[in-house]
T-cell receptor, first 115, second 109 residues
Framework: SAVISQKPSRDICQRGTSLTIQCQVDSQVTMMFWYRQQPGQSLTLIAT?????????ESGFVIDKFPISRPNLTFSTLTVSNMSPEDSSIYLC????????????FGPGTRLLVL | RKEVEQDPGPFNVPEGATVAFNCTYSNSASQSFFWYRQDCRKEPKLLMS???SGNEDGRFTAQLNRASQYISLLIRDSKLSDSATYLCVVKDYGQNFVFGPGTRLSVLP
């Protein structure tokens, strides 16, 4: 499986500010995914980040709030814009596994608290 | 109805017990199925893929019933280290992952 790192691992931010989360993979991957896991909840897909094209957002998530970049096949960023306390969550990136029937592998997550 | 549903839990079992988790999914066109485990404050990690014929990996056995849209995970001889939240995950025809709410397991000494 790929080795995935995320920065920052955690942050405490003031409402109204923005935070950019980085996701780095040790191998080239076609698709990268961004998820949100709110406290006590399961994972919800925010968007799929494709290299060379616009990200594809799931219902309830918009580009203005969660802009995504995918400059190459090993890196992506997710920005949480104009944050409010409701954005306090763990944000995880993932990639498709090359084997294992298309399972996804996750980064360690970014724990965000918005005050 | 939620796309993926799981036993609400939590399950509290003694060491050495056998425990079974159930999962149902609503989209009959779903393609692939997985069990993940998530430890507290950690990312989900793939436990096993679930194949149509059922599959076993050591103490873990997964079963799939496409007709009933039902997936199960059996853990035999539970260890303290099995304590975690177990997530049922379904991959639909659009290649999207849909996560169940998870079932928390606590194995007690």
């Amino acid at each position: 499986s790929a080795v995935i790192s995320q920065k920052p691992s955690r942050d405490i931010c003031q409402r109204g500010t923005s935070l950019t989360i980085q996701c780095q993979v040790d191998s080239q991957v076609t698709m990268m995914f961004w998820y949100r896991q709110q406290p006590g909840q399961s994972l919800t897909l925010i968007a799929t980040a494709n290299q060379g094209s616009e990200a594809t957002y799931e219902s309830g998530f918009v580009i203005d709030k969660f802009p995504i970049s995918r400059p190459n096949l090993t890196f992506s960023t997710l920005t949480v814009s104009n944050m409010s306390p409701e954005d306090s969550s763990i944000y995880l990136c993932s990639v498709d596994g090359l084997a294992s029937q298309g399972a996804q592998y996750f980064g360690p997550g970014t724990r965000l608290l918005v005050l | 109805r939620k796309e993926v549903e799981q036993d609400p839990g939590p399950f509290n079992v003694p060491e050495g017990a056998t425990v079974a988790f159930n999962c149902t999914y609503s989209n009959s066109a779903s393609q692939s199925f997985f069990w993940y485990r998530q430890d507290c404050r950690k990312e989900p990690k793939l436990l096993m893929s679930v194949y149509s014929s059922g599959n076993e990996d050591g103490r873990f056995t997964a079963q799939l019933n496409r007709a009933s849209q039902y997936i199960s995970l059996l853990i035999r001889d539970s260890k303290l280290s099995d304590s975690a939240t177990y997530l049922c995950v379904v991959k639909d025809y659009g290649q999207n992952f849909v996560f169940g709410p998870g079932t928390r397991l606590s194995v007690l000494p």
